[in-house]
């Protein structure tokens, strides 16, 4: 069984759409991540998630919001998607803090056309 | 909040030679954390390190953290074409519950 899984892998839409990407993790752990990859394979947090609280939002615009309704799942939703939005997303998951190994998801490629 | 520089970006090395990166930063750190992302993948956690001076070893792969804590290596011994990726450092800073990525070094193999 994966470990952490994220749907759909690849998301290929046009710039003004909305979309979302759904992540599920069957570790029991509380604690759940986004993260965008650019191009340069920069990795960068976007949110962080303790037992369904927002605990991370670093800088992302509003058209980004997501959801946890459980400790287990995390969504993504993106409003008016724009050309500089094409990335990899990533959904990761640790035990409780940072601080702990983090298991990630396969990743959502993201292209914007 | 914290950040660390890695280093060198890019890395080609012939199969069967050493690779090492590095991560220094301007604070203590309280730990470090290391993983690899294979092209087309995902970042693997490696191994974390959390004392001063620690060691660690995974097979051909050494772990170091510095004596001050401000830096860290991962040394691969005779590489191997399996070794290819983008390796990372990782810190916790300004929050528990963040952790910032270094740049990666991008590891290729000649076989």
């Known amino acids: 069984d994966t470990a952490v899984s994220q749907t759909p892998k690849y998301l290929v839409t046009q710039m003004g759409n909305d979309k979302s990407i759904k992540c599920e993790q069957n570790?029991?752990?509380?604690?759940m991540y986004w993260y965008k990859q650019d191009s340069k394979k920069f990795l960068k947090i976007m949110f962080s998630?303790?037992?369904?609280?927002?605990?991370i939002n670093e800088t992302v615009p509003n058209r980004f919001s997501p959801k946890s309704p459980d400790k287990a799942h995390l969504n993504l939703h993106i409003n008016s998607l724009e050309l500089g939005d094409s990335a990899v997303y990533f959904c990761?998951?640790?035990?409780?803090?940072?601080?702990?190994?983090?298991?990630f998801g396969d990743g959502t490629r993201l292209s914007i056309l | 909040g914290q950040q660390v520089m890695q280093i060198p970006q890019y890395q080609h090395v012939q199969e069967g030679e050493d690779f090492t990166t590095y991560c220094n930063s301007s604070?203590?750190?309280?730990?470090i954390q290391w993983y690899k992302q294979r092209p087309g993948g995902h970042p693997v956690f490696l191994i974390q390190?959390?004392?001063?001076?620690e060691v660690k070893k995974q097979k051909r792969l050494t772990f170091q953290f510095g004596e001050a804590k401000k830096n860290s290596s991962l040394h691969i011994t005779a590489t191997q074409t399996t070794d290819v990726g983008t390796y990372f450092c990782?810190?916790?800073?300004?929050?528990?519950?963040?952790?910032?990525f270094g740049k990666g070094t991008l590891l290729t193999v000649n076989p």
């Open positions: 990782a810190v916790v800073g300004g929050s528990n519950y963040k952790l910032t």
């Open positions: 604070t203590t750190l309280s730990n």
């Open positions: 390190l959390v004392k001063s001076g």
């Open positions: 998630y303790n037992n369904k609280e927002l605990i």
């Open positions: 990761a998951s640790s035990q409780n803090r940072a601080d702990q190994p983090q298991h």
């Open positions: 570790l029991g752990h509380d604690t």
